[in-house]
């Protein structure tokens, strides 16, 4: 699954996609320049930067918008079960209530 930010759009434009794919997680922005601070900015309420530029992306706003998209009940097991493998590898924050993300950036 991943974040879809569009720094493009005013104001961006932030949905999750493929929420289906517990096999990876990312943060995909397209930006034609704005940087890091809007991608902070955009992020505010579903997440933040941490020092490495990667994303820290809390799960109950993930949880929310996968129900949104109509995910729930089995969803979250297999959520539940993405957030265990990223704890086991050491890619969480807030004692499990955070995920890292890496971020691709993108041309518009």
């Known amino acids: 699954m991943y974040v879809d ?4 759009a005013d104001p961006a434009d932030v ?6 794919d517990f096999g990876s997680l990312k943060v995909v922005v397209r930006d ?20 490495r530029g990667n994303a820290m992306l809390h799960t109950t706003a993930l949880k929310h918008m996968a129900a949104g998209l109509g995910r729930n009940g089995d ?12 704890a086991s590898h050491g890619w969480v924050g807030l004692g499990g209530s955070a995920l890292r993300a890496h971020c691709e950036w993108r041309e518009p």
Not at 5 to 8: A, C, H, I, S
Not at 32 to 51: F, K, M, N, P, Q
Not at 75 to 86: I, L, N, P, T
């Open 5 to 8: 930010v569009d720094l493009t």
């Open 15 to 20: 949905v999750l996609r493929d929420p289906d």
């Open 32 to 51: 034609s320049g704005a940087g890091a601070a809007a991608l902070h900015v955009a992020l505010e309420g579903i997440g933040w930067l941490d020092a």
């Open 75 to 86: 969803w979250a097991q297999g959520f539940d079960r993405m957030v265990e493998y990223a």
